[in-house]
């Protein structure tokens, strides 16, 4: 009856995979918001469509931030109007993770980028995997506010108590059971965004201390997707925040983690980019 159910559980988290494993990256720009997705690649590669030719200042003067989907969703996209205003110019947001937002600061395609981590944190993600593509780059971070990271599980999961031990040796693969934890017999499987997102970078120094989280796990091109997927999937374990979790998962307490929500420039920003991160520094502030 066990294979059975476990069959069961394994075939629902499959159909959830396909249903939302598709990676790409949201862009936004003074004509509406709009999803825009690239099947077939994988963690920060994804790039949102730009104006053909367009650079840091895009067409007509835009102003290009690229990065971390989690500022745009928190901060940018529900007061793009209002920014656009604050910045005297169009605002062009492609959200494509917090290290290809760095990447294309460095590279000139965005005049901003936005982070979710430690600008540290993301830089040494960057170089470990592309040595040297930073160079010598200055930059100069803005901290405009925080959110908080949560563990979720399925709602009908009975574990609810993981200490940080315990959650160190699932995310690295050394506890790959629930009846481990004291729940059902069925095979932890850990759902995670891709290397260099902000969120997995904070998960990754945090838990794992510094280790990479298990090869094993299923990675999902946003944090909105790992709800979705653990909400059909009970073997399920993942994360997320306040802009991706729902009441279709369960939050489990005592683990949360402080996400920072940064802004970063080369150098010093120019006067229009100043009023941009004011503004939506004080806009994160009154929320």
């Known amino acids: 009856?066990?294979?059975?159910?476990?069959?069961?559980?394994?075939?629902?988290?499959?159909?959830?995979l396909s249903g939302f494993g598709a990676s790409g990256a949201l862009a936004q720009s003074g004509h509406g918001e709009h999803a825009q997705m690239s099947p077939g690649h994988d963690g920060d590669s994804d790039h949102g469509a730009m104006p053909s030719?367009?650079?840091?200042?895009?067409?007509?003067?835009?102003?290009?931030?690229?990065?971390?989907?989690?500022?745009?969703?928190?901060?940018?996209?529900?007061h793009k109007a209002h920014l656009d205003q604050a910045a005297g110019r169009n605002i062009h947001v492609v959200a494509n993770g917090s290290s290809t937002g760095i990447m294309d600061l460095v590279s000139g395609k965005a005049e901003l980028a936005m982070i979710?981590?430690?600008?540290?944190?993301v830089r040494a993600s960057i170089e470990r995997r592309s040595p040297g593509m930073l160079g010598d780059t200055q930059f100069t971070e803005h901290r405009i506010g925080s959110i908080k990271i949560q563990f979720i599980v399925h709602p009908d999961n009975p574990v609810r108590s993981i200490s940080r031990q315990q959650m160190r040796e699932i995310l690295t693969g050394k506890i790959v059971n629930w009846r481990e934890l004291g729940g059902e017999n069925l095979p932890i499987i850990v759902f995670t965004t891709p290397a260099g997102k902000g969120a997995r970078?904070?998960?990754?120094?945090?838990?794992?201390?510094?280790?990479?989280?298990?090869?094993?796990?299923?990675k999902l091109t946003a944090l909105s997707?790992?709800?979705?997927?653990?909400?059909?999937?009970?073997?399920?374990?993942?994360?997320?925040?306040?802009?991706?979790?729902?009441?279709?998962?369960?939050?489990?307490p005592g683990l949360e983690i402080e996400q920072p929500l940064v802004l970063v420039t080369k150098g010093n920003p120019n006067?229009?980019?100043?009023?941009?991160i004011a503004a939506m520094s004080k806009m994160h502030g009154q929320m």
């Open 1 to 16: 009856m066990k294979s059975v159910k476990q069959a069961a559980f394994a075939a629902c988290t499959v159909l959830a």
């Open 53 to 78: 030719g367009s650079s840091a200042h895009g067409q007509d003067g835009m102003m290009m931030v690229h990065g971390s989907p989690t500022v745009a969703r928190t901060v940018l996209f529900p």
């Open 116 to 121: 979710s981590a430690p600008l540290e944190e």
């Open 201 to 218: 970078n904070l998960i990754e120094n945090e838990f794992p201390g510094g280790e990479p989280i298990t090869g094993k796990a299923r």
């Open 225 to 252: 997707q790992v709800t979705k997927v653990i909400s059909q999937a009970r073997p399920g374990i993942g994360f997320g925040n306040q802009t991706s979790i729902d009441a279709s998962v369960a939050v489990v």
């Open 271 to 276: 006067a229009d980019v100043r009023a941009l």
